[in-house]
Structures are given as C-alpha cells and as structure tokens.
C-alpha cells in the first residue's frame, strides 16, 4: 500500500501573489495557520506553523523554493499522537513525510495549486494520518481561495 495523496484547485489571483500567500508568514497566518507561521519559506530553512484549533508548534523543514512554481516541504507524519512533532527520525519510530505544492499559472490571471504528500507507512495508523492531511490540505487550498478573492478567513469559528 503506497500512501499518498494528490489534490488540486484554482484561484483566480496571478501565480506571484498565490504563491506569497504561502511562503509569507503573515499571509499564512491569516487563512490557515491560525496560531501563527514563523519564518519565511526559503530553501534549507526550518519554520514553525501553529493551528490555534490544533495547539502545538509544528517544525516545517524547507527542502526547496523555485519562485511562484514549487514548494517541497518535509514534516512529522503524526501518525502517532504520543510521538513528538519533529523533523528528524527518532529511535522511537518519528519519521517525516514529503509535501508538494506547484503553482501553474492560468489565462486571465488564474493559478492552478497542486498540493501532493506522500511517505507514510503502510500502517492502518499510517493511512488514518493521511487521510487527515488529505483533509487540512484540502482545507488550506479552500481558506486560501476565500481569503485571497474574497478577504473571508473560513478557519475562524470552524473547529472551536
């Protein structure tokens, strides 16, 4: 069983402003990583991402940036709560999975977003885990529709 997951959607905003969206801090902070982003997304870096509905400061391990086409990030793959979040296996068992986003520009001022994780064990806990991400992923792609065509954070008010 190869765990991994692809999804995608449009925003009608130019690729350059899509794509700041996520690498900046404060514009993440204000769809989706409500508890706050630390730290630009920039090649070889390490950020922080906390989700006000989900406490607890998540390290983002920043593989590789190509301006308004690719993100490739690494992070725990949590598919066990007792393990702590980290970037780095652990002789417990922690371990990373694999994040990519493209950004594809469309006519008339449109992007495409494609975001794609992959490297989760094939364990029932494994595929429980993904099928989470599955979700916050999908939910990240629609917050960040509202919020940069529309001004609306969906996230407020939707888990609390």
Same mark, same amino acid.
């Given at each position: 069983?190869?765990?991994?997951?692809?999804?995608?959607?449009?925003?009608? =905003?130019? %690729?350059?402003?899509?794509?700041? &969206?996520?690498?900046?801090? /404060?514009?993440?902070?204000?769809?989706? *990583?409500?508890? @706050?982003?630390?730290?630009?997304?920039?090649?070889?870096?390490?950020?922080?991402?906390?989700?006000?509905?989900?406490?607890?400061?998540?390290?983002?391990?920043?593989?590789?940036?190509?301006?308004?086409? =690719?993100? %490739?990030?690494?992070?725990?793959? &949590?598919?066990?709560?007792? /393990?702590?979040?980290?970037?780095?296996? *652990?002789?417990? @068992?922690?371990?990373?999975?694999?994040?990519?986003?493209?950004?594809?520009?469309?006519?008339?001022?449109?992007?495409?977003?494609?975001?794609?994780?992959?490297?989760?064990?094939?364990?029932?806990?494994?595929?429980?885990?993904?099928?989470?991400?599955?979700?916050?992923?999908?939910?990240?792609?629609?917050?960040?529709?509202?919020?940069?065509?529309?001004?609306?954070?969906?996230?407020?008010?939707?888990?609390?």
């Amino acid at each position: 069983m190869d765990l991994r997951f692809k999804i995608a959607g449009r925003i009608s =905003r130019p %690729v350059h402003e899509v794509f700041e &969206a996520v690498v900046d801090p /404060e514009q993440l902070s204000g769809y989706f *990583t409500t508890g @706050g982003a630390k730290g630009r997304l920039a090649t070889g870096a390490t950020v922080s991402w906390d989700f006000a509905d989900f406490p607890g400061a998540f390290p983002v391990e920043v593989v590789e940036v190509e301006q308004d086409r =690719r993100i %490739v990030l690494r992070w725990a793959a &949590a598919d066990d709560p007792g /393990e702590p979040a980290t970037v780095e296996p *652990t002789a417990a @068992g922690a371990y990373c999975t694999t994040v990519t986003m493209e950004f594809e520009p469309l006519g008339g001022d449109r992007t495409l977003v494609t975001i794609a994780e992959e490297g989760w064990r094939p364990t029932a806990e494994g595929q429980r885990a993904s099928y989470g991400n599955c979700e916050g992923w999908t939910s990240m792609l629609c917050c960040m529709k509202a919020w940069l065509e529309h001004g609306i954070n969906l996230r407020t008010g939707f888990y609390a």
